[in-house]
């Protein structure tokens, strides 16, 4: 199981909105995200990261504009098979194309060994999204990064046969 000093986040507004719980959940954590980002910024901002690329990585794009599985491939080609990667999938109920992105990414991390999906999609609760119904809200924000959490126990345990118990975390 990786820690926050283990890990880089690229992402979207989705990321940009849950910096503080990212940041409680995985103290250490390196984040490189801004918003309105699709998934080719994602490629050009794993390329510039170049070899210091942390052991885990959180992929976490598509929200403005959907995914894209080429380049989806090419940012896992990018970071390689040596490191833990989670993908997290998408949540609007207002964007029709949100179930066969999410198919998509299922797909892509299912063909994957080190990669694994943060399942947002089946976690939130309307409690969790801002007014717009896309974005988290405060407590929504934890969700999402417990969410990223499980996702890396998930993938350790999966990796390790060893089972992953995750310290519950009060929310601030």
């Given at each position: 199981m990786p820690t926050g000093d283990e890990i880089d986040v690229f992402g979207d507004s989705m990321?940009?909105?849950?910096?503080?719980?990212?940041?409680?959940?995985?103290?250490?954590?390196?984040?490189?995200?801004?918003?309105?980002?699709?998934?080719?910024d994602g490629l050009a901002a794993v390329g510039s990261a170049g070899t210091s690329l942390r052991r885990a990585v959180v992929l976490a794009f598509g929200t403005n504009a959907?995914?894209?599985?080429?380049?989806?491939?090419?940012?896992?080609?990018?970071?390689?098979?040596?490191?833990?990667?989670?993908?997290?999938?998408?949540?609007?109920?207002?964007?029709?194309?949100?179930?066969?992105?999410?198919?998509?990414?299922?797909?892509?991390a299912d063909k994957h060994p080190n990669v694994a999906l943060a399942d947002w999609d089946s976690a939130v609760a309307a409690e969790d999204l801002q007014a717009d119904g896309i974005h988290p809200s405060l407590g929504g924000a934890h969700t999402y990064a417990a969410t990223i959490r499980k996702a890396f126990a998930d993938l350790s345990t999966k990796h390790t046969g060893k089972a992953v118990t995750l310290k519950p975390l009060p929310r601030p």
């Open positions: 990321v940009v909105g849950s910096v503080p719980a990212l940041e409680y959940y995985f103290p250490g954590i390196q984040i490189d995200a801004r918003s309105n980002r699709r998934w080719s959907g995914t894209d599985p080429e380049t989806v491939e090419a940012i896992l080609a990018e970071i390689g098979d040596d490191r833990m990667v989670v993908i997290v999938n998408l949540h609007a109920d207002r964007l029709s194309r949100i179930d066969d992105d999410n198919a998509a990414l299922k797909k892509i």
